[in-house]
């Protein structure tokens, strides 16, 4: 009886082994095909283990819910807690939905494991740089010393050394990026940076326009490719560029305003005449000349108060409207009846453009004194 109780027994659990081993062909075999929800109902069927908790998650991941992908990373965790592969993926998944600190916890772990995997330094220098740390560049460096193949990190430390303006720091990593792969987009958008930060405008649009022969180029590179081409007299090319940068943003008045000068240059008088007209047009985008010219309107139907209302929004626009600052004070001069709030308009122009034209300047200067003189004779 004991004997085929024992028997019994073990045929059941061959044949329960046998079920989760098929199971498991199953899901894997759905989770390599892309079929990841039946893959999940899958591995949901057996046994709470780290690795089909791991491969629900990446297949959470997979579909794009990151929030039930940490949940079962989080449960491989509490079933192997030094899993090193489920770490790795649950500090970068971490990373990637904003939780940086939480991540940086896991790769300084992950470090303690292996100080010599790269890889771990270099998610450390992204939660580092996300938390605002300021050791987070040495930790892209520690990277690049223990391989520097590593491209990502290469693409750091040039950001940072462009950015501070450490164009021969900047340049090594450069050097390197570019021996490690001379096709790289990125690291000869840097060069292209670099040689325009330091005036090399024909090395620079060298660099550039190997980013427009392989549809690379963006509107900066489209920008700043006419730019350096104008700069070393090849007119047509730089025509060519800022047309394209034009195509990807096509309100900027800067390019209507050089296309403009190069058209004209070239003897190309209509074209000179349209961008010429366009770049007019597109810069009253800034709407603080259109409140001046409604403060204007206003001010000559003696609408004082709206009228002021009407520059100072002008004024709020760009603080640096002289014309709308000269306006208000004349438009105070009607509308206040104190003499010193008038006196502080016209002193406040004073301040904010002290250069001027002379023809205002004694405007101004005339009316201050005129009104100190009342303000005193008042006093008196």
């Keep these: ?48 283990s780290s690795y089909a908790n791991t491969q629900i998650a990446k ?124 096709d790289d987009a990125k690291v000869i958008g840097f060069n292209a940076q670099l040689l325009y930060a330091l005036k090399q405008h024909r090395k620079a649009l060298f660099w550039f326009e190997k980013l427009i022969d392989r549809k690379k180029a963006t509107q900066y590179v489209y920008e700043k490719a006419a730019f350096s081409a104008y700069r070393v007299g090849k007119i047509l090319k730089s025509i060519a560029y800022y047309e394209e940068a034009l195509k990807r943003d096509q309100g900027n008045y800067f390019y209507h305003s050089q296309l403009a000068k190069l058209y004209y240059q070239d003897g190309v008088v209509k074209k000179a005449e349209h961008h010429a007209s366009q770049s007019i047009l597109a810069k009253m985008i800034d709407t603080s000349g259109d409140y001046y010219i409604l403060g204007l309107v ?42 010193k709030a008038t006196l502080k308009t016209y002193e406040r122009f004073l301040e904010k453009f002290p250069e001027a034209k002379l023809d205002k300047q004694k405007i101004i200067r005339t009316r201050i004194r005129e009104l100190k003189a009342e303000i005193h004779l008042k006093s008196e």
């Design 1 to 48: 009886m004991n004997r085929l109780l024992i028997v019994f027994i073990s045929l059941t659990f061959i044949s329960k082994v046998g079920a989760q081993s098929s199971t498991f062909v199953v899901a894997d075999s759905l989770y390599r095909v892309g079929n990841f929800s039946k893959a999940i109902k899958a591995y949901e069927k057996l046994e709470n």
């Design 59 to 182: 297949s959470y991941k997979a579909l794009g819910n990151s929030k039930k992908a940490i949940v079962n990373y989080e449960k491989a965790l509490a079933v192997d807690s030094l899993n090193t592969l489920v770490l790795y993926d649950y500090g970068k998944l971490l990373f990637s939905t904003g939780k940086p600190q939480k991540s940086l916890t896991i790769f300084e772990k992950l470090k303690a494991k292996d100080t010599l995997n790269p890889n771990f330094h270099y998610q450390i220098g992204l939660a580092k740089e996300a938390l605002q740390k300021e050791d987070f560049l040495s930790a892209y460096k520690t990277v690049f010393q223990l391989d520097s193949q590593h491209q990502k990190s290469i693409y750091k430390l040039i950001v940072y050394h462009l950015k501070h303006k450490e164009f021969e720091k900047a340049a090594a990593f450069i050097n390197v990026g570019l021996k490690n792969n001379a």
């Design 298 to 339: 206003a001010f000559d139907r003696k609408e004082h108060g709206s009228a002021m209302k009407l520059f100072s929004r002008a004024l709020e626009e760009n603080p640096d409207y002289e014309a709308a600052q000269f306006q208000l004070a004349l438009c105070a001069d009607s509308y206040y009846s104190d003499l």
